[in-house]
Every structure is written in C-alpha cells, then in structure tokens.
C-alpha cells in the first residue's frame, strides 16, 4: 500500500501551488519598462488592467498596430538589403557614376536599416512586457515620431531600391532556398513565445468575439508555419552522395578585394588564390591596341583627372596606347578602399598596388597561357569615329592568335557580333553565349557554355543544359550562402570578386540530407506544439483558480483597491496542521492599498 504524503510533502506541494497563483508587483521592472515606453516614470502615472479590461485605448491601439507594422517592414527591409551584399560593389559605383564622388552607400544603407530596426524591436519588446505585467500600454509622442521615421525610411528604401535594383528580389528568393527551413525555426520559436502573453490576455478577456478573433488570428499563423515545411524546396537539401564537384572559380577582373581591378596584380592574385579561369573587359584604343578597362571611361580606376584633366569624361577607347600607359591605374584603390580589404594587405602589396598600370589584352592572355587559365572578356566596340569601329573582332582575334601563346581552347568567346565569322576564323575557340536561349538554338550555334547572372540559378535547367553537353557559369557570385546555392544547383562555374574566399569551402553552407531535415522541423514542430499547449492549460488553470479563489473585489477611486485571492486549505498530519495562503493582492495605482495576508490559524 502506498505510503501517505508526508507533512512536508504536502507543504511543498502547497507552497509550489502558492507561488503558481501568486501574481507577483515587479514595481522597479514596471517602472523601467513604462519610463522607456511611454516616458511614465512615476507610480501614479501608469495603470494596472482589470480583468476583461484592453490593453489600450483606440488611439493606443492604433499606436501599437503602426508599431507592429514598422517592426514588419523594417525586419523585411533589412534582411533584403543584407541579403543584398553579394551586390554592394555594383550599387557603389553605380552612385559613383550618377554623383561623381565615391562613397559607401550601401554599407551606410545597412546601418541606417539595423539601427530604425533595432530601435523598433526594442519598442515592441518593452511593450510586450508591460503587457506581460498587466499594463496598460501608452507611448510616448517621440517614440511615435521615431516609429513613423522607421515606417517611412522602410517604405521608400524598398519603392526606390525596387525600381533600380529590382533584380535584388531575386536575389531575396534565391536566399530563402538556402535560409527558409532555418526561418521557418526562428519563425516558430517567435511564435511560441508569443503564446504566454497571448494565453494571459485571452482568458483574462471578457467578450466572446474578442477572444476568437485574437485565438483564431494566433492559430492561423501557427498553423502555417507548422505546415510551411511540406512545400518548401532547397537544392541544399540532398540525399547523401547526390552532391556533384565545386563550381570552379573565375576570377572577376582578378581578385579585385586583393588588388586593383583589372590590373596584372590582381589576376595574379586570383591566381594564387585558386581561379581556374580569368575574366575580364577589353577595349581598344585609338591606334588599335586592345586594352583592359570596365568602364568606357578612365576617370574611376585611373589618375586621368590628374595626368589629362581636360580629358576625364572622354572615351577610354579614344586614347593612345601610349597615354594609357602613362596614366597610374592602382592609386585609387588604396585611396578608397571598395572592398574595405585594402588596409589588411602587407606593405609589399600595397607598394605592389600603387605602381600599378592599364594593363594590355597581350600581357592578361600571356600571364592566363604561362599559368594554363581560362579567360572570358566582354568585347566593347570604339565609339563613332573610332578607326577600329568596324575591325575590332578581327583585330582582337590578331592578338588572341598571333601576338600571345594562348591555346583557342582556353578561350570562352563571349561577344555575340560576328560570331559566325569568329567560328570561321578560329573554330577552336569556345563558343560562349550570354543570353539564355532555347537548346536547339545554342546547339545550332555551336555554344558549349552559358555566361549568365545569378539571379537566372535553375537546378532544372543547369541539368537540361549540362545534359546536351553545355555547361553554365554563373556572375557574379561572391557570398557564400549563393556560392553554396550554385554548388548545390550544379552549376559548373562563377564568376567571383572573392575567389580567396570562395576557395577556402570544403561543403556547401546549409547542406542537410532529407531525413535530418524531417527531423529537424518535425521536432521543431513538435516541441513548439506542446509547449503551447502547456502555457495554455497553466493560464486557464491559474485564471480559474484566481477567480473560484477570490473573496472579493472591492472598486475604489474607479480602480481595485483590492483583490483577495487568499486560500487556508488545513490539513492535519498526526496532529500538524498547515496553512497555503500565497497569493498576494493585485496592486493598483497611487490610490489603492494592497491587500493584506491573513496569518495562518494558530496548530491546535
């Protein structure tokens, strides 16, 4: 037979059932949290909620919304432009191009976005506090001011961005193939922790309509983040041994993070740094030369302003090769820093990146053939009145054939002019197309690669190309998150800005196998599920018990100047009687009193 619940047992079961229904007066957390929500640092300043009350009045409420809103957009904001890094260099320079001076805009963008984020989290935080301890919410004008900056800054950040930048929503899609399942865990987690407030207000709430409306908006969102997982896609989640090679790194104009783009130092960098192909950009100059530069004109990789001042805005192609020559090509780099690396380079490579200068298309294909790399370049035909206008191919073709060493193998043709003539001329050069294309067309055409930007990453059609033998590189590819997506997408090749980087992964970030996936939600899912359903059993418990429990509410000054909740359950153990009164009274405002304690009868 079992043994009976000893006195002290039972004690202990009675204090813990004590401590449980006890509301406890956190007045100095109280206080903080309603001096830095709404500036109400004094006791007679804040109000307690009695039960069935809401939490706000409407212009509160409508506050509140404004500021649920701001913590929304802010949050998407922010992640889409930090998702947006891969990307920074081309928004620099495009507003270099626009303003005529260099600046990180995009860094600054960033901040700006994690500070209004930041400051709108802290906001949402405090109030869900005060809620938690049965406040009533009131914010202070200047947090509404700053909450209607944080709404506004979002809204046009995202309109102006999408209309320059909408190529950037790719890129956020592209990021939830690899991110969505680790969303999906904090989503749910957030929404867990939202079931405690949730549950306290629900059962603390008079009126039917209220109360469904706030349980069936909880439950619907719940639920869809419980079955999000069954219609999520990631090319990261694979079954063991699925997983083919790295993609092989081409260098963007060399390693541009390690020395000045363009330039012989900086292929030799990408080099080192472990491309197996060289990208580039050719001109040619006005007494036929071809020449490396991106731009068409030299004002931002070169000292033109200094050496040609009258000349910053002419065509880079309407200069002689001896001018170019002259001009330094690597200053500028030290000076502004694009990539924020030039200040981690050793002594030797910064003195390196000073001298150097325009590098010819001679020099970049024999360093590519003593090295055995691949090159890729986009060809830019002269200008009107250029006398190479009409000859550029042949003239390029001149130096691919006669003035280098380079095997045609080694050579991904890019430029679709003339290409017909350029198979003629040269058949073993690698017929590269920058456009995608049906297959018959590419086959037709005798192209043997795509060159194509990132945002057009397709598992379905990387294996419909690669299965007649075409191959896809894909530019310009320089986080790892999207180097992990291309890699898990078969993707043969990328173009890069951060090959040293790049080279240094041995898997693909986010790699997970079907099973430890199914795993990983399942369990989320679970969990989550019972811990809900606990916080929402304690709460009716502890509410019901409250109620059944207390011995009166007495209204004082429009407020509960008491509300007794105080329990003598005795019980006699061989003669010991016990007492359980742990629940304190429900403190007011500056008018009210708090209920007193009954001591315990006296053991008979």
Not at 60 to 71: C, P, Q, Y
Not at 157 to 180: G, I
Not at 559 to 575: I, N
Request: aromatic share 12%; net charge neutral; charged share 15%.
């Amino acid at each position: 037979m079992a043994s009976p619940l000893s006195p002290l047992g039972f004690g202990r079961l009675c204090g813990l059932r004590g401590k449980l229904l006890r509301r406890y007066d956190h007045r100095p957390l109280v206080a903080c949290l309603s001096g830095l929500y709404g500036c109400r640092w004094r006791r007679c300043e804040r109000s307690r909620m009695r039960p069935g009350d809401c939490c706000c009045d409407k212009l509160e409420g409508a506050s509140f919304a404004l500021l649920v809103a701001a913590f929304c957009l802010t949050l998407v904001f922010l992640f889409f432009w930090g998702q947006a890094e891969n990307d920074y260099n081309d928004f620099d320079w495009f507003n270099f191009g626009n303003l005529g001076f260099w600046f990180p805009w995009s860094v600054v963008l960033l901040v700006i976005a994690a500070g209004f984020f930041t400051y709108v989290t802290v906001l949402v935080l405090l109030a869900v506090c005060l809620l938690s301890e049965g406040q009533k919410l009131y914010l202070h004008w200047s947090h509404k001011i700053g909450i209607l900056v944080s709404l506004t800054f979002s809204v046009v950040a995202t309109a102006v961005l999408s209309d320059l930048w909408s190529k950037e929503w790719t890129t956020l899609l592209l990021s939830f193939q690899v991110t969505a399942p680790y969303l999906h865990l904090g989503g749910v987690l957030l929404v867990t922790a939202l079931a405690w407030p949730i549950a306290f207000y629900f059962f603390r709430m008079n009126g039917r309509g209220r109360r469904g409306l706030i349980l069936g908006v909880y439950l619907s969102v719940l639920s869809a983040l419980y079955l999000v997982p069954l219609g999520l896609y990631s090319p990261c989640i694979k079954e063991d041994g699925t997983l083919g090679p790295a993609p092989t790194l081409i260098g963007h104009r060399g390693a541009p993070m390690l020395a000045p783009e363009n330039t012989l130092m900086s292929f030799e960098k990408a080099v080192e740094a472990g491309s197996q192909g060289l990208e580039t950009d050719v001109t040619i100059s006005i007494d036929g030369i071809p020449f490396l530069m991106h731009d068409h004109t030299l004002r931002r990789t070169t000292n033109v302003h200094q050496a040609f001042p009258n000349r910053t805005d002419t065509p880079a192609a309407m200069f002689t090769w001896a001018e170019l020559e002259s001009l330094n090509a690597g200053a500028w780099f030290l000076s502004l820093d694009p990539f924020g690396t030039a200040g981690s380079l050793q002594a030797a490579d910064r003195l390196q990146a000073a001298q150097q200068t325009v590098c010819s298309l001679q020099a970049f294909l024999q360093l590519a053939a003593r090295t055995d790399r691949r090159v890729i370049f986009d060809l830019y035909r002269p200008p009107k009145g250029h006398p190479f206008r009409d000859s550029w191919i042949q003239r390029t073709l001149e130096v691919l054939q006669n003035e280098s060493s380079i095997r045609s193998s080694q050579v991904l043709w890019l430029p679709s002019d003339q290409r017909s003539l350029v198979q003629d001329l040269d058949p073993e050069l690698q017929q590269t197309s920058g456009t995608r294309l049906p297959l018959e067309e590419l086959q037709s055409s005798g192209i043997v690669t795509l060159n194509l930007h990132y945002s057009a990453m397709s598992p379905r059609l990387t294996s419909e190309y690669a299965s007649v033998n075409i191959t896809t590189n894909l530019y310009v590819v320089s986080q790892p998150w999207l180097f992990s997506l291309a890699w898990c997408s078969g993707v043969h090749s990328v173009t890069t800005n951060a090959p040293q980087l790049l080279a240094s992964l041995s898997s693909p970030l986010f790699l997970m196998s079907p099973d430890e996936y199914d795993l990983m939600w399942i369990l989320t899912d679970l969990v989550s599920l019972v811990l809900i359903f606990t916080i929402f059993i304690f709460h009716w418990w502890r509410e019901r018990r409250l109620t059944s429990c207390s011995s009166g509410v007495t209204p004082k000054n429009g407020t509960y100047s008491q509300f007794s909740t105080e329990l003598h359950l005795p019980v006699s153990f061989s003669g010991l009687m016990t007492s359980c009164s742990p629940v304190h009274s429900l403190p007011g405002n500056s008018s009210t009193t708090s209920a007193r304690q009954q001591p315990p009868s006296p053991p008979s």
